[in-house]
């Protein structure tokens, strides 16, 4: 069973309150609220309210659904906070050399939801999926290109070295060589 509540317009910046429902977020009920109490940031005390309500609508919901929940079973499944609107005021606050900041007021909004459902596990499958199994194998091939080999050769064209001037000319002697070219020197020699 899932539950939300939402609180609007609350004063503060949402980039200053996302700090805070990070926080809380897989967290279970108890551990949330009691880092909501002893937060020193000032979005805590709103978020804390949020969180209180939506608490509330999980045991009303459960009531007219008319299904037993331990409020202690709860865990916050999602928790973000959404840019409000902005005051930009007329007052003017001073500012150095004689400048004036024109005042803004940001507020936001603040979800939460909560779930009774059972926890995924954080070092599960789910958590790391098929791409981290396949990592390790791109991992080993990407350290034995560094090592030199066939990658060796390019680094030293770029390099524009003697080395890389003598493989450049290596590399184009090889390729004008084509067997028409050959058999076309061949041909010369016989008829000499």
Known sequence: ???????????????????VADMIRGKDVNQALAILRYSKKRAAVSIEKCMR???????????????????????????????????????VRP????????????????????????????????????????KPAKLAESKTRKRGGAAAAPRAKRAGTK??????AETETKATKTPAKKAAKKKTKSEE
Request: glycine content about 6%; overall charge positive; some cysteine.
């Open 1 to 19: 069973m899932e539950a939300t509540a939402s609180a609007k317009y609350l004063r503060g910046s949402a980039q200053k309150a996302r700090l």
């Open 53 to 91: 309500s939506a608490i509330a609508n999980a045991n009303e919901a459960a009531e007219k659904a008319n299904i037993s929940i331990d409020p202690d079973e709860l865990w916050v499944k999602t928790a973000f906070v959404d840019r409000g609107p902005t005051k930009n005021r007329r007052r």
């Open 95 to 134: 500012a150095p050399q004689g400048r004036a900041y024109r005042e803004q007021r940001h507020f936001c909004h603040v979800t939460i939801l909560l779930s009774s459902d059972a926890k995924p596990e954080p070092g599960g499958r789910n958590a790391a999926g098929p791409a981290a199994e396949a």
């Open 163 to 168: 080395a890389g001037a003598s493989a450049k």
